[in-house]
């Protein structure tokens, strides 16, 4: 299937006629065509957005609304039809895409349709000096929003959703290693009665159509999720020329295990916290600290329960665990295993290839469990984003804390305790974003969302992102 740049509402070719390969994770094939596009097919999107910008900037909040509703309800309808296209795509179970990512996609329209019309501005008088301040919050005017593979539509939404409702016109790029989703969106916008041009969807690799997105001087604002490394580039291209921009990066999360925790509660959902999604997920707990008193029992449950993950094919309903998303990820997350057995680390299991049977080709590899003698090794320090996690106990609070906040990452935090101070001392101390407490992943879209450090500048969700997505302007009227 070939996929084409959607700008101003039509579909069409890159102007250089540059294409690369779609492979389907689970079979290892190339299934489909993309576009790469040139400096010429942004610069086209960014003319698109310009001239749909003042219009859409002075539309209604009513009829944003509307729009981004029905875009909502239409993605609803055809769950089924992204469900697969997103698992064929990035090789995650079809039940994870039909539970999480287009629902999620879903909820990300309508949130910020409905914030939208909630949002306001703040004014100030000035007692005394006879004077009233006030705060216009205005869209930016073109803004572009790049995002990662791992949870294609859902992260892809999460940008564009607010960027839409607060009258921005919208220059995106998906991944190019997942871009069926974004591709198929287009067709929605049209139906659902998004004037033309106010998202252009224009498809490629990051260091040419990414890149051109970043360098384009007139488009004003970033907002990017992807790695680190991309972030610190993209924040040294930007700087000059003073873009605004969101960064949400790499994450390298603790999961804080106390003795006194819900134990099978704590249990079921670490098993997900560090598998779910075949562990491709920022907010995945990759780094397991258990209390020493209760440490054996849980690694003997643990291992146990994650043997029993079925890794297998996307589409069958029983697979726990689905196909990694690209071959050179597949060798970067089996580097890593080869890595912590260097540094004495041990698998307690997992750390193997899988070859499914008639998928010989797709990039499946088991779940894997490393007990590492340090927290200072390097698959305890580095993002390796795959099904992998490491698992240490402690002995204090303190101890822990000071293992859990030694990376260079802090995107998120999960902590698992019964004692009420415990927590809040813990949850002040965590270097992070996001702690979640007895909980994992669970998201109200109102909370902001980001992380500190090399996880990222700025904040997501709720109302930060329509105050990124918007400039604010004091007016001062003396009476
Ligand atoms: P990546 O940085 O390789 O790519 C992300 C996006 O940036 C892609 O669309 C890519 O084409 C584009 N890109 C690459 N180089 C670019 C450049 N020079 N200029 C502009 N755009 C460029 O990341 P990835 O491998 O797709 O995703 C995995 C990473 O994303 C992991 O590190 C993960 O932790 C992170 N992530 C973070 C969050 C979060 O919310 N903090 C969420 C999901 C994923």
């Known amino acids: 299937m070939t996929?084409?740049?959607?700008i101003n509402g039509n579909f069409q070719n890159p102007i250089s006629n540059a294409w690369i390969d779609n492979y389907n994770p689970s079979n290892g094939e190339i299934y489909g065509q993309i576009p790469n596009s040139s400096t010429k097919d942004v610069e086209q999107a960014y003319q698109s957005a310009k001239s749909a910008f003042k219009s859409w900037s002075q539309t209604s909040l009513e009829e944003r609304s509307r729009v981004l509703i029905r875009i909502s309800e239409l993605l609803e309808d055809q769950l089924d039809r992204f469900a697969k296209a997103e698992s064929k795509d990035n090789g995650k179970p079809v039940a994870l895409a039909k539970t999480v990512d287009i629902p999620r996609a879903a909820s990300n329209f309508r949130f910020f349709g409905n914030a939208i019309t909630q949002f306001a501005s703040e004014s100030h008088e000035s007692v005394g000096h006879n004077a009233m301040n006030y705060t216009l919050r205005q869209p930016i005017g073109v803004v572009g929003c790049i995002s990662p593979w791992n949870l294609p539509l859902y992260l892809f939404t999460w940008k564009i959703a607010p960027a839409l409702a607060a009258g921005n016109c919208v220059v995106a790029k998906p991944s190019e290693i997942t871009p069926m989703t974004a591709y198929l969106l287009g067709d929605i916008c049209n139906e659902a009665g998004l004037p033309k041009g106010v998202l252009n969807i224009v498809h490629g690799l990051g260091s040419t159509t990414g890149q051109a997105i970043v360098e384009h001087p007139d488009i004003k604002a970033i907002s990017f999720t992807g790695g680190t490394a991309t972030g610190a580039h993209i924040a040294r291209v930007a700087a000059p020329m003073f873009k605004k921009l969101s960064l949400e990066l790499g994450g390298k999360n603790p999961n804080i295990i106390f003795a006194d925790c819900d134990y099978d509660d704590m249990l079921n959902t670490t098993v997900r916290s560090s598998f779910a999604n075949q562990g491709q997920i920022c907010l995945c707990g990759s780094r397991i600290f258990v209390e020493a008193t209760i440490y054996d029992k849980f690694k003997i449950d643990f291992v146990e329960r994650v043997k029993r993950l079925k890794v297998g094919h996307p589409s069958d309903s029983d697979t726990d665990i689905g196909a990694l998303v690209s071959q050179p990820h597949l060798e970067k997350v089996k580097d890593y295993i080869r890595i912590a057995q260097e540094e004495d680390g041990k698998v307690l299991c997992g750390g193997q290839?899988?070859?499914l049977k008639n998928f010989e080709n797709g990039y499946y590899l088991e779940p894997t469990v490393i007990e590492v003698p340090t927290d200072e090794c390097r698959v305890n320090q580095e993002e390796i984003f795959g099904p992998v996690v490491t698992l240490m106990p402690f002995h204090t609070e303190e101890e822990v804390l000071q293992m859990?906040?030694?990376?260079k990452y802090g995107l998120s935090a999960t902590l698992w305790t019964n004692d009420l101070k415990r927590t809040?001392?813990?949850?002040?101390q965590l270097q992070a974003g996001i702690v979640w407490v007895n909980t994992w992943m669970m998201r109200d879209l109102r909370t902001p969302f980001g992380g500190v450090?090399?996880?990222?500048?700025?904040r997501e969700g709720g109302f930060e992102a329509?105050?990124?997505?918007?400039e604010p302007k004091n007016v001062c009227i003396k009476y």
């Open 3 to 6: 996929i084409q740049n959607y």
């Open 353 to 355: 290839e899988v070859n």
């Open 404 to 407: 859990a906040n030694k990376v």
């Open 424 to 428: 809040m001392r813990m949850s002040s």
């Open 453 to 458: 450090k090399a996880s990222g500048v700025g």
């Open 466 to 470: 329509l105050r990124f997505f918007t």
